[in-house]
């Protein structure tokens, strides 16, 4: 019998740019071929307003048998929402607002290139600091990331904040060109997979697989199969020898079935 398989997504740099829009082409490969031999998923660290910008509108949540916004934090099943959690009935709001005013105060006094608006984004399940400011256009991120890349500003940034509060139980983790986020321990990407149920194999592919990336945990875990990638085009690549391999052991089922009835 075959396998009954998933195929779960990281957003930016898996299936979209960072912050970008899915092209046409990703997604009607997805749709049309993709979803004619798998279940399809999405998992985002992202607020569930900003995925739907970047993956179709209206009808989002027809798309995909699961939505996971905020690591799983939000969750759709079949266009159904699932329980949800929040950081701040984890914390407590003392907890919370003292380490959103030390995240502000290190901000304040970091010199940059440039800055901008929405340092600190309140999310349900956690938080998005982004030391330059959320409010970037899309070629100030890129200069932000190769600045970042040369001097480590938000692995910098992390490290003040568990020196700071190292009694919380908190993971920082490095996503995307300008931010991190922060939340519980054990609320990254692998919290989505508590709702995943029914599946022989579940396939994550996403680019920010290396320890401290926001993808680190799903694809090191014991319940996925883990596919590193560099960008939708290479999702893409990845997906079509996945295919390829899943069909080819089907026709060496068929043909083991065929030789029993012999």
């Not at 899915?22 to 004619?36: H, Q």
Request: charged residues 25%; proline residues 3%.
């Amino acid at each position: 019998m075959s396998k009954k398989i998933i195929c779960l997504f990281d957003v930016d740099g898996t299936l979209t740019e960072p912050r970008q829009p899915i092209s046409p082409n990703i997604e009607k490969f997805l749709l049309e071929t993709v979803k004619k031999e798998f279940d399809i998923a999405v998992v985002g660290g992202s607020d569930l307003n900003k995925l739907q910008e970047q993956l179709g509108g209206k009808n989002f949540f027809e798309k995909y048998h699961y939505v996971f916004a905020e690591n799983g934090l939000i969750a759709f099943k079949n266009s159904k929402a699932l329980p949800s959690q929040s950081i701040q009935n984890m914390l407590g709001e003392d907890s919370l607002q003292d380490f959103i005013n030390f995240a502000l105060r290190y901000i304040s006094e970091l010199k940059l290139p440039f800055k901008r608006g929405t340092f600190v984004e309140f999310r349900t399940g956690m938080l998005n600091i982004a030391p330059v400011g959320r409010n970037c256009t899309k070629k100030e991120r890129e200069q932000f990331n190769e600045y970042d890349n040369e001097h480590h500003i938000r692995e910098k940034f992390i490290q003040a904040l568990k020196k700071e509060f190292p009694d919380l139980a908190l993971t920082y983790s490095i996503g995307g060109q300008i931010s991190f986020d922060v939340f519980p321990i054990g609320w990254d990407k692998t919290y989505c997979l508590r709702h995943i149920q029914g599946y022989d194999e579940i396939h994550f592919f996403g680019d920010k697989t290396i320890e401290g990336g926001n993808d680190y945990e799903i694809y090191e875990s014991d319940l996925t199969v883990g596919h590193r990638v560099t960008c939708p085009k290479d999702t893409i690549n990845q997906l079509n020898i996945l295919m390829t391999r899943v069909k080819e052991n089907r026709e060496k089922e068929q043909l083991n079935v065929s030789m029993q009835c012999i």
